[in-house]
């Protein structure tokens, strides 16, 4: 026996429950059918005074998680934006677990830091932003966004003549950080992390886009350092904020420009957007997640940088203990907020791989061709009103009252056919519709129409 034979009973058995897990998605009730509070007891036995056999603690594990677990992989999953797994990126990822690479340092792991390097170029290509771009594979959008305001505060305070590093922001020059009035709640994370403090709004129209007369007119407001952070793919309706005329406003007042696209950055593979996107590659930085969109497990964000030297003098350090070149390009640690890092850009090389670059195209087209069909189908349903321009992924549904639409909500969740979330939008109660797993198809769309008219059925014989 050597010690990797003590690993081939676990992973048979784990390769087993994980092809159980998969073929269940498109069957079983698509939310947990336990509850935390049961999972908490299930999961609750004292600390084991010993050890277990590795094989076993599969097995135990599997069987305990299993009522908790919700379909979230499923072509049926239509709650927040998730994304499912493209099976050449699950595959790599089990990799990137056994290979158990600290994936920090170019010189002491080339094959993931190579794989994660070519992963990032084809997104540049793919994405098409500039080419000398830095590539980071961060956690996930949150980060990604993290990244590129880090950046962009590093830029600012340098052109205000700030050493940021040597003093920090005690005494520096106030940044004002301006936001659409519908951004993503990470986007003030990343700002408070920061030190930041909160974002001044600049309006937004109906769709959630910013109005670029607000933007223009909260510049004209300020003296110092500023920071604009626009986005691509509005969690509600999936718009876009008018990329180039915002850009322009902001280079103008020599303001640093972040787009968070945690989704909706993916559009710019497509021809089909180019309209909508028109001026994106102008920004400084920009965040996407692969683990919506493209369909890798979590976690996996991208944070993309304009600046290569300006994201390593943000994140980058060289301890004596390290292996690194002098004049090499930064390492991976070097652009993300992980020293110690998993190889989480290699499932991103793997999806692209597997998909090619029409596969990328076709599944970013078809994930918004089913959107636009769950939109036809649904508001063709009685007294179903779509609230938003399907130009996306998105889809936010009212049914009239607030209370009718939160009663089929809570059927749909019940009913665990499909799995749409509900949100508030706009002053009102939605059931909020996200398409963005790789598998659904035809059939799932149709169905998951179904799906809502019967829950309307249920509601309206209900309170009938
Ligand atoms: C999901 C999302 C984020 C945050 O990304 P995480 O991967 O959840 O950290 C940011 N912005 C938008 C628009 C998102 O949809």
Redesign the pocket.
Known sequence: MTAADDYRDPLRRAQAHALEWLSSVDTRHVGPTASIDELMASFSMPLPTGPTDPGEVVDELARLAEPGLMAMPSGRFFGW?IGGTLPAALGADWLVSAWDQNAAMRLATPATAAAEEVAGRWLLELLRLPATSAVGFAT????A?FVGLAAGRQFVLQQAGWDLDAHGLSGAPRITVLVGEER?T?VDLALRYLGLGRGQNVAADEQGRIVPSALAEALAGIDGPVIVAL?A?N?HSGAFDPMRECIELAHASGAWVHV?G??GLWAAVSESWDELLDGLGEADSWAT?A??TLNVPYDC?VAIVSRPQLLQETFGARPAYLIQEDAAPSDPFERVPEFSRRARGVPVWAAVRQLGRSGVIALVEGLAANARALAGGISRLPGAEILNEVVFTQVSVSFGSDERTRAVTAQLMADGAVWMSGSRWRERDILRISVSNWSTDATHVANAVTAVADALAAVDAAGG
Request: proline share 0%; aromatic share 6%.
């Open positions: 934006v996930g959008g949150t980060t966004n993503h990470s986005q793919g969690l968070d945690a989704f997640d683990h919506k964000g």
